[in-house]
C-alpha cells in the first residue's frame, strides 16, 4: 500500500459510523456522484431537496485518481452512490467499503450499465486498476444520446426510494430530454460539414462522440490509456498526420500537457482541449456538450481558414 493509501485507510476509521443500509425505503437524501459528468447528469433530474456531493473535484483526471482522506466524509455522507461504470470510476466502490458502507458499493447505480458501450473486449467492463481502459471504452457520456439512457437511469433509482416524486422526476426527465434533442439537432448541423474529417485523439476519449458526429478519428496518441508515448510512437503519429492530412488534435483537459507542443510542431496540428470531463462552468450537461461542440467545430473552421490563406496549421 502507498503511503496515500496508507492514509486513507487510516483515515477510514474516523468515519466507520454505523449506518443502517438502505433498503430501498425511505427517501434518499443526499446523493453520491463520482464525477462532474456523473453529478450534471444528477442534477438533470434530482428533486427538490435532495443533496448532491461530487467526490472528484472538476479539472482531475479519473482515470488517474487516487481518492483522497478528505473523500472519505463524502462518501460516507450518501445514501445512492451514482458511477460512470465501465471501469472509469472504481476508485468509488474501493472508498465506499473503506468507509463501511458496502451497502452503498452494493446498491450503486451504474449508469453505463444501460448504454452500449463501444470496444468491448471481453464479458468483464471493469479495469483492473482503474488507470487504464477495461473491457469496454468508458466515455459513453460523449455521445448525447447515452446520456438520455443514464438520465433515466438516475430518475428511476430515485424513484425507486420515493415513489411519491414520479410526477417531478416525470416533468424533468421530459424538460431534459426536450432539450437534448434540440440540442443534438443543433450539434448535428454544426458539425455535419465536418463529417469524416480525420482527427487525432491523445487519449481514446472520443469514439462515442465520433459515432454519433461522424468524425474519424485516425489514431490515438496513446497506444495504450495512461502510457504516456515514446520518442517512436509520436513519429509514427506525426507521420499519420502527415499521410492522411490531419490537422486537429483533441486532447482532453486532463491530458498531460508537455507533449502536446512537440506532436504539434512536428505534424503541423492545431490541439482542440475539449471539457470532455466536464470542465465547464455551471451544472449543466447540455451546457459542458454545447461548449465542447463550438470549440470543436471552431476549430475545423479556424483550420480551414488557415488552409485557405496557405499558411502553416500551428496557430
Ligand atoms: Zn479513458
Redo the contacts with the bound molecule.
Sequence with gaps: MNRRGFVVAASAALFCRARPAWSGEGRVATVVGTTAVVCKLARAVLPAGVQLVQILPTGFDP?RFTPRPGDLPLMASGDLLLRAGAG?DDWAMTLARRVQRADLAASSIDLSKNVPLLEVKGRAVEASDGHA?GAA???WWLDPVNAKSAVASIAAAILATDPTREGELSSRLDSFNAALDGALLRWSAALAPYANRPVLAY???FPYLARRFRLDIAATVEAR?GVSPGPARLAEIASIARTRNVRLLLVEQADPGELTPALTRAASLIPVPLPSNGETEGDSYVAMMDALVTRLADAFAKSDEILRQGGDALP
Design positions: 482515470e472509469f481502459h471504452n468508458p466515455h487519449h481514446n476519449s490509456e
